[in-house]
């Protein structure tokens, strides 16, 4: 299974929708622990990513993920401008010049994005962030390598540890970002910032079901 | 919601085009990346002093540019902190060659987007140093925290530290005044409603109607702790004595008080405020040499009213005094 530039091109398209459906929702969750913006940061700052993917359609997947970046840095704002544009931008430099992405490449660019986001927001797993449900997909991802279990297969359970993650936010005390000016009251609410990571997640494993069905059909 | 707005989409944009309308014997407002700057930038050999934030805190901080203050100022979307791109353009509009100061509230947004921009500036030979402002009493200042955030002793420091580099300080001299300023003064906020970010058309959070919400933030989001609402004696006595005992301040202090209205409290009540936090500190000793009341840095219509003591010396006296001449603060100019 190869990923192309198509495919990371109809991944962030796929961000991008589900950020604008997820719009009120993710706004919703930051209101309860933040300031109400995180969906209506993230609804304008994909939306401003795929205007830009037409000019960058036909360049390498390094050079996609690095306008994509670029673009969340200057549109989103926030904590989450900063945060998901450095992952883009590391993804980035793992791929640069690469055309096609092979799954060991695949899991080195979240590797990399994953330690993006902890030092540029200065955090580890267990203070109520992206980084609670990047981390344990990342970790699936990880611990696969080089065994013959299907990459496809591996992929799913990564899914359903970053979903577990989102989820694991909820009884968390905050500790980093605006949640955590509510000390004990930011426990019981799940993180607007693993919410939205959950959904690039979704997206990620989308493109990947993508590529091997159509790997299938050319095999 | 009810708003006197046009479009949600507009509100930031349509509101700067107001300020550029009004003011341009002051201020010009560049769109696109969005800042507001000095009619009369760059100058000089003057130190460039810039800040930035979320809009919804008007005046704060386009309301502070002009002579004796802010240089440029980069107003992000609503209570969203600004992007690192009107940053760097900003800090390049007002690079007289003498530096440039970022004048930055303690966010973990905005601190991000600002430090990105610094990087960028100094990849491009401009020299940069920036000061976090974290001023709130209101929250715990630890490592299970973001660490306090940067509220009312804002507007003071872009006050002083703007007369410190119209008088010809240096980058270093005015880092120093600016930590200074940020090490003396302590602020807490109160709510008496939340507020409607326009985007979603709904309150932040729900008070009822006997309930205030003690140690809110800037941006509508909720405080530390919700209570039954109290007279504004008492409200003041619970504010005025997390700030007193946190720098802590002592009986024979020069202050500087500033009370400061959260966009939706009239000025009848600020007075009230005022009056209680005067007698508080006569009793401990404490002279109010300066004050400040009036809405600064607000919430949109949040009804609620913020603290903030600066302890002064000579020093930061003669820079208070010293003339200003901006859209929402005048003096001496």
């Known amino acids: 299974m190869l990923i192309t530039a198509g495919h990371i091109i109809r991944f962030l398209e796929r961000v991008a929708y589900t950020m604008h459906t997820q719009r009120e929702e993710l706004t919703q969750l930051d209101a309860n622990i933040g300031d109400a913006d995180h969906g209506t940061n993230l609804d304008r700052g994909f939306a401003a990513v795929v205007s830009k993917l037409p000019t960058v359609a036909d360049k390498d997947v390094g050079t996609i993920l690095k306008t994509t970046g670029m673009t969340l840095i200057s549109t989103v704002g926030g904590a989450s401008g900063p945060l998901y544009g450095t992952a883009f931008i590391r993804a980035a430099g793992v791929l640069a010049g690469v055309e096609t992405v092979n799954p060991e490449q695949l899991v080195a660019a979240l590797e990399a994005a994953l330690e993006g986001v902890q030092t540029r927001g200065k955090a580890q797993r267990g203070e109520k962030t992206m980084i609670d449900a990047i981390a344990p997909g990342v970790d699936v991802l990880k611990a696969a390598q080089g065994t013959d279990e299907p990459f496809l297969a591996v992929a799913e359970r990564a899914l359903a540890a970053v979903e577990a993650g989102m989820q694991a936010t909820i009884p968390m005390l905050a500790t980093k970002g605006r949640a955590s000016y509510l000390g004990e009251r930011s426990i019981g609410f799940q993180d607007p910032g693993a919410t939205s990571s959950f959904y690039i997640a979704q997206a990620l494993f989308a493109m990947l079901q993508e590529a091997v069905a159509q790997a299938e059909v050319v095999s | ?109 905005d601190v991000m987007n600002f ?86 058309g709904k309150p932040t959070f729900d008070l009822g109607e006997n309930e205030m919400e003690i140690g809110v933030g800037i941006h509508g989001e909720p405080g530390r702790t919700r209570m039954e ?89 003669r820079l208070w005094d010293a003339p200003v001449h901006t859209p929402a603060l005048r003096w001496g100019a």
């Open chain 2, 1 to 109: 919601m009810k708003k006197l707005i046009n479009t949600v989409e507009d509100v930031v944009k349509e509101s700067l085009e107001g300020m550029a309308a009004a003011h341009a014997d002051l201020i010009a407002v560049h769109y696109d990346p969005d800042f507001v700057v000095r009619a009369d930038a760059p100058i000089a050999g003057k130190v460039g002093i810039i800040s930035g934030g979320g809009s919804g805190h008007e005046p704060m901080h386009g309301g502070f540019v002009g002579k004796g203050m802010l240089d440029a100022a980069c107003p992000g979307a609503i209570f969203t902190s600004p992007v690192p791109d009107q940053m760097l353009e900003a800090t390049k509009a007002v690079n007289g060659g003498a530096g440039v100061l970022h004048i930055v509230k303690n966010y973990t947004g």
């Open chain 2, 115 to 200: 430090e990105l921009a610094a990087e960028l500036a100094q990849a491009e030979g401009i020299e940069v140093a920036a000061v976090i402002v974290n001023d709130d009493v209101a929250v715990k200042d630890s490592t299970w925290t973001a660490g306090r955030r940067g509220v009312g002793t804002t507007v003071l420091m872009e006050k002083i530290v703007g007369a410190a580099a119209e008088g010809g300080a240096n980058l270093a001299e005015c880092t120093r005044i600016a930590t200074k300023v940020n090490d003396h003064g302590r602020s807490m906020g109160m709510a008496l409603t939340s507020c409607i970010v326009p985007a979603n």
């Open chain 2, 229 to 317: 609402l109290k007279s504004a004696r008492e409200i003041v006595e619970i504010m005025a004595e997390a700030i007193l005992t946190d720098l802590p301040f002592a009986s024979g202090d020069n202050v500087l008080a500033f009370v400061n209205g959260m966009g939706g409290t009239p000025l009848i009540e600020l007075y009230i405020v005022y009056n209680e936090l005067a007698k508080i500190c006569a009793a401990k000793g404490i002279t109010i040499a300066r004050h400040l009341i009036g809405d600064y840095i607000t919430s949109l219509e949040m009804a609620g009213a913020s603290i903030t003591l600066l302890k002064l010396d000579d020093e930061l006296t």
